[in-house]
């Protein structure tokens, strides 16, 4: 059997699929013919996905609607998936949300939420998926982590750290998996056009204000380059500039240029 069509036959476990670039990649997989897992917190709207989805596309589609930002819950997730004997072949580690402001005057309980989503249970689901495309003998894993990743971020610097980490974090393992079966990508998208601005309460800074992508196009590039093995993948040009002069220009300089991008209104 070619390995498409094996990625296919197990399932696509996508976490964040309720809205956004999640739900944008869920589609995607479904009109390709891939089976799918989804999680996020809204029940309602995950089974209207599924729904909308085995109609279309005559996949098996599962849901699990969890708060990842609890551990408890990740394991919880994780027992569901085994108890039911589905197999995932490839996991996105989509789910995550930053927060404005300046860090003295931020809430601390968001922060560690965050933290939690954005970092612990990246980590987490990673291991306990990848141990077991180690054990199938092939997989794949796309990290959701942003721009963000490739400098400091004023007014959002837990949020550009946390993206540094799940960076930094999935292009180690990448070297480690190198020459086997399982690819390990990391997707950093640039500012885009989801209810990722409202929940970071950043509609109004300069960043959003210029030109920002459709979750469709990132999701659509996205897709391709996961079945590629790409090791970073950076939708739109300007992103891909972006990140390149983030390595070439000191550290000082890139950071209050994002200081000015990001400034609150
Ligand atoms: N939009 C951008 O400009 C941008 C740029 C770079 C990187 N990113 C990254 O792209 C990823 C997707 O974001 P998006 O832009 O598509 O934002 P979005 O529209 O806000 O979608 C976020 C998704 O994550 C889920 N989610 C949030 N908190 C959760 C939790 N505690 N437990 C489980 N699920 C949770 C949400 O569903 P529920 O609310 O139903 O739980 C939703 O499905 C994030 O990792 C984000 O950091 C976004």
Same mark, same amino acid.
């Given at each position: /059997?070619?390995?498409?069509?094996? %990625?296919?036959?197990? $399932?696509?476990?996508? #976490?964040? &699929?309720?809205?956004?670039?999640? $739900? ?5 997989? &479904?009109?390709?013919?891939? @089976? ?13 996905? *599924? ?22 819950? =990740?394991?919880?997730? $994780? ?6 004997? %589905?197999?995932? !072949? ?22 560690? +939420? ?8 990246? #980590?987490?689901? #990673? ?5 077991? /495309? ?7 894993? /796309?990290?959701? &982590?942003? #721009? *963000? ?7 959002? !610097? ?5 993206? &540094?980490? =799940? ?15 399982? !690819? ?10 989801? @209810?990722?601005?409202? =929940? ?6 300069? %960043?959003?204000?210029?030109? =920002? ?8 590039? *996205? $897709? ?14 300007? +992103? ?26």
């Amino acid at each position: /059997m070619n390995n498409l069509k094996r %990625l296919k036959e197990k $399932y696509t476990l996508i #976490t964040g &699929a309720s809205k956004g670039i999640g $739900y944008e990649l869920a589609k995607i997989f &479904a009109q390709n013919k891939f @089976n799918l897992i989804l999680v996020a917190r809204s029940e309602d709207k995950l089974a209207e996905i *599924a729904k909308e989805l085995i109609e279309k596309y005559n996949i098996n589609c599962y849901i699990f609607a969890a708060d990842l930002s609890s551990l408890d819950n =990740v394991k919880k997730l $994780y027992n569901k998936v085994q108890n039911k004997g %589905l197999d995932v !072949s490839v996991l996105v580690n989509n789910a995550g949300f930053g927060k404005l402001g300046l860090f003295h005057k931020t809430d601390i309980e968001t922060e560690i +939420n965050m933290i939690n989503l954005n970092i612990t249970t990246v #980590t987490f689901l #990673t291991k306990l998926f990848l141990q077991d /495309m180690i054990k199938m003998g092939y997989g794949k894993i /796309m990290n959701v &982590a942003s #721009t *963000a990743a490739f400098q400091p971020g004023p007014y959002m !610097s837990v949020y550009y750290a946390s993206k &540094a980490y =799940v960076l930094s974090f999935s292009e180690a393992l990448a070297s480690e998996l190198n020459n086997s079966k399982i !690819s390990i990508s990391t997707l950093c998208p640039g500012p885009t056009d989801t @209810n990722f601005q409202d =929940v970071a309460n950043m509609k109004k800074v300069k %960043l959003f204000e210029s030109e =920002v992508m459709k979750a469709e196009t990132v999701a659509k590039v *996205a $897709y391709k380059g996961l079945l590629k093995g790409k090791r970073i993948i950076i939708p739109g040009i300007k +992103n891909k500039l972006l990140a390149t002069s983030s390595k070439l220009m000191p550290s000082k300089a890139i950071t209050e240029i994002v200081k000015k991008l990001q400034s609150p209104n």
